[in-house]
């Protein structure tokens, strides 16, 4: 319940940002000649937070079986590419492919006491997100915009089989497809443009393997369903 206040209030707090442009005086603008242009380049460098959306199994309901839920977030990095396609004055059609690497750790209780240790859950995604932005109009050097579209990830730290070595008794499955939303701003500085962008990406499917640990099917067994959700603060350079 905490965590979906602040990320409510980070939200709501960049489109008040948003609006707060539209009230600035006028001042001389910087040259955007990257703007004019049909296709332009730029990379990008982000930060993100991984949860999930975790179903208990009905089990939980009906017996004394374990309870899962997410422990405190950890924040990873994402690196990407920027590659913008300019249709229209006031839209761009942008893919980004590139990197992110993030954990995230399940906790499991019993009657209200913490059963044994969290499930760390790392991944390190391969990510090709294609999405659609939506420009405002530009007053002085900050423009408004908002951004949705989908992500294909691939997480190659999904493993195949569990590892006896590591007591980690969750396995998450490596594809998923995601769909992405958020506003951001444009700034526009002397000899390149600075963009600062915040996205909730939600997971379309169940990603957890449902087949149990050898030895601790009680993990699996008390979920029903996980879909992962990440948050992603970027900069973009362009």
């Not at 005086?25 to 982000?46: A, M, Q, R």
């Not at 190659?156 to 499955?173: H, Q, S, T, W």
């Not at 992405?180 to 169940?206: A, C």
């Not at 087949?211 to 008390?222: L, S, T």
Request: positive net charge.
């Amino acid at each position: 319940m905490q965590r979906g206040i602040i990320k409510s209030m980070t939200f709501l707090a960049l489109l008040s940002a948003c609006g707060t442009s539209f009230a600035q005086k006028e001042k001389p603008k910087n040259v955007s000649w990257y703007d004019d242009k049909t296709l332009h380049f730029g990379f990008c460098i982000g930060f993100n937070v991984m949860d999930f959306n975790i179903t208990p199994s009905q089990q939980y309901l009906q017996s004394d079986s374990l309870y899962p839920e997410v422990a405190l977030l950890n924040p990873g990095i994402n690196i990407q590419i920027v590659t913008d396609f300019r249709p229209a004055e006031h839209f761009d059609i942008r893919f980004l492919p590139g990197v992110a690497f993030g954990q995230r750790n399940v906790r499991f209780y019993k009657n209200r006491v913490l059963e044994n240790e969290q499930q760390r859950l790392e991944s390190s995604f391969l990510e090709f997100p294609l999405l659609l932005k939506y420009k405002g109009e530009r007053l002085n050097n900050v423009r408004p915009y908002i951004i949705g579209g989908i992500n294909y990830r691939y997480d190659l730290a999904g493993k195949k089989e569990y590892d006896d070595e590591k007591p980690v008794y969750l396995r998450i499955r490596r594809s998923d497809l995601y769909y992405e939303i958020g506003p951001g701003l444009d700034f526009y500085l002397p000899y390149f443009k600075l963009s600062v962008e915040l996205k909730m990406s939600t997971g379309m499917r169940d990603v957890l393997v449902h087949e149990p640990a050898p030895g601790y099917p009680q993990y699996a067994r008390a979920i029903e369903r996980m879909k992962s959700q990440i948050w992603v603060l970027s900069f973009h350079f362009e």
